[in-house]
């Protein structure tokens, strides 16, 4: 079995990203201007993949190619193309939708089918709180995406944008923050700054709540298991 991974760097500045077969380098590009901060595979597509940058910029690459395949967002500052406001600290995707996530306090969702090298605009913006975002993760078919924040986890309507905030766990546990999320069809794992891994079944109760939660109701998002 051959396996393709990413390695990321520095090289004048610039950020420098080399795809390998085994430790075969197959392809070199310099596009991002400051450090990546994420990846995440694009499932649909073999060997392509997403990057988040400082630069404020997310790319879609395709292994083969030294360029980057598309680019999110419009013209901000400096001419550059950015899709937010700040770093970007999370990518995700499923299906045709990509979500995103940034110290501008933004979770923002694109439609993969409108991407182009010039540019493109998301499809919806989430405010999800006054902090920062540090993951998300699409899951349930696309349809929800579950947010970890500064402040807690949500559960997020792609398709309206309205969410659920899960504000304490069955034990009585207060949710203080998740570095990191995952799906498994409708079960979510979420690892904490509490060392534990929680488990989340998210059923089509927490769905309803979350898709008329207008934004951001309370209510749970799921039972810890």
């Known amino acids: 079995m051959v396996l393709t991974f990413c390695l990321l760097g520095y090289e004048r500045m610039n950020t420098v990203v080399d ?28 060997g392509h993949f997403f990057s988040g940058s400082r630069d404020c910029s997310v790319r879609l690459w395709d292994a083969r190619s030294p360029t980057s395949a598309a680019i999110f967002g419009q013209t901000g500052k400096e001419s550059a193309i950015v899709a937010h406001d700040g770093m970007l600290t999370c990518v995700d995707s499923n299906g045709y939708l990509l979500a995103t996530g940034g110290l501008d306090k933004k979770v923002k969702i694109w439609d993969l089918r409108t991407v182009s090298a010039s540019g493109c605009n998301p499809i919806r913006q989430i405010p999800i709180d006054d902090t920062v975002v540090l993951k998300v993760a699409l899951g349930l078919s696309g349809s929800y995406a579950a947010v970890s924040t500064l402040s807690g986890l949500y559960l997020a309507d792609v398709g309206t944008g309205s969410f659920t905030r899960s504000l304490e766990f069955s034990d009585r546990r207060t949710i203080r923050r998740y570095h990191d999320l995952a799906w498994s069809d409708s079960v979510l794992y979420a690892a904490g700054d509490d060392c534990r891994v929680d488990v989340y079944n998210i059923g089509s109760g927490a769905a309803a709540a979350a898709g008329g939660g207008g934004g951001g109701g309370g209510g749970s998002g799921g039972g810890a298991q």
């Open 19 to 46: 795809i390998c077969v085994g430790w075969r380098r197959l392809s070199h590009g310099i596009l991002h201007q400051d450090i990546i901060t994420c990846l995440s595979a694009y499932h649909n597509a073999k």
